[in-house]
């Protein structure tokens, strides 16, 4: 559906100072928190709106964030493309760095001099917090568009720095999408991925309240 006119306000949604109409996923947060069935908010008026719902999760903010820390994951990250029987729409790129802390160099060369010694297990879990932690951000900003699934993920490693300073940086890039039917995912996947995107919500819209 594509309108001339913000269907809530009437603002124009042509021209070069116009108003844009929100994510799909918001207006369906608006409508079942305010209990309206409004067929879109422009970025103008669903400030207004977005700030009455902060206001009854502002006190729950914690609590919010820890599980949305729990459940995160259920959001897919893949290396591979798409199923070929998914039906999506690519939302765009999204991508994350992380750099782990200082004294790699040493530590992985002490896992090659010892392959099976603690200094290589030491490593690895610094390599396993690293990836998890750009898996995080992938997700969060994958459903932050509206995204449901991360497809075509990329992962790099490189060493910054020189000696025993030396640091390494995670890179991981790849293609937010859309996955139209819900189908596609385990009913119990379903239902997790429908809470990120509440919570997820809430969050946008709390520290919304922050910014004003
Ligand atoms: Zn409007």
Do not use: I, R
């Given at each position: 559906m594509t309108y001339d006119n913000c269907p809530n306000c009437g603002k124009s949604l042509n021209g070069f100072l116009s108003a844009d109409l929100i994510l799909q996923s918001k207006i369906d947060f608006i409508n079942k928190h305010l209990k309206q069935e409004i067929a879109a908010y422009c970025t103008s008026c669903s400030k207004q709106p977005l700030a009455k719902i902060a206001q009854m999760f502002k006190a729950q903010k914690a609590e919010i964030e820890k599980r949305l820390k729990q459940i995160i994951h259920t959001i897919p990250v893949m290396?591979?493309?798409?199923?070929?029987?998914w039906d999506y729409e690519v939302i765009g790129l999204v991508n994350a760095q992380t750099t782990s802390g200082t004294g790699f160099a040493t530590e992985l060369s002490q896992s090659f001099n010892?392959?099976?010694?603690s200094g290589s297990a030491a490593t690895n879990k610094k390599i396993a917090n690293a990836t998890d932690k750009c898996k995080t951000e992938l997700r969060i900003q994958c459903v932050r568009q509206g995204g449901n699934a991360i497809i075509s993920t990329d992962i790099d490693f490189s060493e910054i720095g020189s000696g025993s300073s030396n640091m390494l940086m995670v890179c991981m890039a790849g293609t937010a999408i859309r996955v139209?039917?819900?189908?596609?995912?385990s009913a119990k996947s379903r239902d997790t991925i429908l809470e990120i995107t509440e919570l997820t919500e809430q969050l946008e819209a709390i520290a919304e309240l922050a910014k004003a």
């Open positions: 290396s591979s493309p798409a199923p070929v029987k010892d392959l099976f010694g139209l039917d819900m189908e596609n995912f």
